[in-house]
């Protein structure tokens, strides 16, 4: 991977260890404008630690991380607030950076929530907030975006619906995506380049070489690798009666 | 019709307040307020000091209070004591040993309730001076830091993500705070500087809805507070410090009313 001057963010060999325990290690993986890389792997595969290591959150890491931009939007896996903090989504959207109450009501209405700027954050429910997050991450137009499960709790029309709109502003916008996701269907059919964790990296690739790979099989088993099978549109084997699969 | 003491005060307190009302809110916020006490606490060791060595209080007890939170911050990172019982070992040490230190201190006349509790009689046009400039100061500062202080408050990792530098908001935070518990010890008093700081904040919560109109409403209840407290004072004869506080307990109990009604038009 030779860096060039699209490349925003760069992880080389990098790895993280909390109490003696490595939670992930040896990640190599490069973000560019315009394009989505997503993470994929089972729970406690290090895929969080992984986004947090290229924004910078953990900083002693094992191995190098390069960061070319400071203009990042995140959406954080999990986000507490605190009742001691009377907030509301408008104070929200304005939290890291000072944007324009017109760009304001661009990103809540992209999301679907603008009818929501004036209530007070707790009140939302999960994928309000969901939204709202996502609202926020985009609305200052980052070169960077790190999306980690971005539509949990989003109901599944919105979910769709979510996932087009990320498509569309990596390709408005001309942003890189770091994608954090469980849901390889929608997924897949998005993504520039996979990523497969597991406490290291598992294989990589297109969304294709990753279903072929048989690491990512055995990890996700025969089911999901069907599930990537089906953006390729060529069928790479057939069922026999039985129902067994047979390669071709 | 006022002594001029009183004016001297009445100043003086209303400067403080200015500076309370915001830095309150952020105590309340990030849950600081048993790190407040710990150091206006140790602000008694720097009054000592500063008679030891003739030097300015607000000075040595800016010095001292910063060394203190200084302290905890390397004993966090260095013991596996909870964070409460670090407060805790450094708030009564450091009151101790600021004690011992007077009994030494034997020669000089030294007025030990109005170290406590703050005491009007004291403030001197040089007071007035340092809380106003000081005030200034720390107001800046706090203005300049705020979209970190406020976003690493909100959330930490999305403050650091988005590049804003919320460990040294933190640290300059802590130094805003000995400064604000440096120059407001005379009117309120040591023990008591910590509810200046929390129960207009407190006040100002329970009938704001968003972070600047909480800010605002804490700096007027700080306001209020001083005022009334200290023409009580006056009229009573009481101690300045636990009379501003006291008013300030009255605004907070008055806006529970407010609470009240916005739950009962909810149902």
């Not at chain 1, 997503?38 to 190098?64: F, Q, R, V, W």
């Not at chain 2, 302290?71 to 040490?93: C, E, M, R, V, Y």
């Not at chain 2, 830091?145 to 935070?173: C, M, Q």
Request: aromatic letters at 8%; a neutral charge.
């Amino acid at each position: 991977m030779g860096s060039n001057s699209n490349t925003l963010v760069k992880l080389k060999n990098a790895g993280y260890q909390q109490n003696d325990k490595w939670l992930v290690k040896g990640v190599s993986l490069e973000v560019e404008k315009g394009k989505i890389v997503t993470l994929i792997g089972p729970n406690g595969s290090g895929k969080s630690t992984t986004a947090k290591i290229a924004l910078g959150i953990y900083k002693k890491i094992d191995g190098e991380v390069e960061k070319y931009t400071n203009k990042v939007g995140y959406v954080p896996q999990k986000v507490s607030i605190d009742w001691t903090l009377p907030l509301r989504v408008r104070d929200f959207m304005v939290l890291t950076e000072s944007i324009k109450e017109e760009a304001i009501d661009e990103a809540l209405s992209l999301t679907g929530v603008v009818h929501l700027k004036h209530k007070n954050l707790g009140n939302l429910s999960g994928g309000e907030f969901q939204r709202v997050l996502l609202a926020r991450a985009i609305s200052k137009k980052p070169d960077l975006l790190v999306l980690d499960e971005p539509v949990q709790g989003v109901d599944f029309t919105g979910e769709i619906a979510l996932y087009e709109l990320i498509k569309k502003i990596s390709e408005e916008l001309n942003c890189g995506i770091l994608l954090i996701s469980h849901d390889l269907h929608t997924v897949m059919s998005a993504t520039d380049h996979v990523v497969c964790l597991n406490g290291h990296v598992c294989c990589s690739g297109s969304p294709i070489d990753v279903a072929k790979n048989n690491e990512y099989k055995a990890l996700f088993g025969e089911q999901a690798a069907q599930t990537l099978s089906i953006y390729e549109h060529k069928h790479d084997h057939v069922h026999s009666h039985e129902g067994e699969i047979k390669k071709n | 019709m006022f002594d001029d003491f009183f004016i001297r005060a009445l100043v003086a307190g209303i400067g403080v307040a200015f500076v309370t009302g915001p830095l309150g809110c952020f105590v309340i916020w990030r849950r600081l307020s048993y790190f407040g006490d710990t150091l206006s606490h140790s602000a008694l060791l720097g009054v000592t000091m500063a008679y030891s060595f003739e030097f300015n209080i607000a000075i040595s007890v800016f010095i001292i209070s910063s060394a203190i939170a200084l302290i905890l911050i390397q004993l966090q990172k260095k013991t596996n004591l909870p964070g409460d019982a670090l407060l805790g070992l450094l708030a009564h040490s450091s009151l101790a040993v600021g004690l011992v230190v007077i009994g030494f201190l034997a020669f000089i006349r030294f007025d030990i309730m109005g170290l406590l509790f703050g005491d009007i009689l004291a403030v001197t046009v040089n007071d007035i001076i340092i809380i106003w400039a000081g005030g200034a100061l720390i107001l800046l500062v706090l203005k300049l830091i705020w979209k970190p202080l406020f976003a690493s408050t909100v959330n930490y990792e999305l403050a650091e993500a988005e590049g804003l530098n919320p460990d040294r908001a933190k640290a300059i935070f802590t130094i805003l705070m000995a400064a604000i518990i440096a120059i407001s010890i005379k009117m309120v008093g040591l023990l008591l500087i910590t509810g200046m700081l929390i129960i207009p904040a407190a006040m100002a919560r329970n009938i704001s809805d968003n972070p600047p109109k909480m800010v605002l409403f804490s700096i007027i209840g700080g306001l209020l507070s001083v005022v009334i407290g200290l023409f009580s004072s006056l009229e009573f004869n009481t101690a300045s410090g636990p009379s501003i506080i006291t008013a300030a307990l009255f605004l907070f109990i008055l806006s529970l009313l407010k609470i009240k009604q916005s739950i009962q038009l909810k149902n």
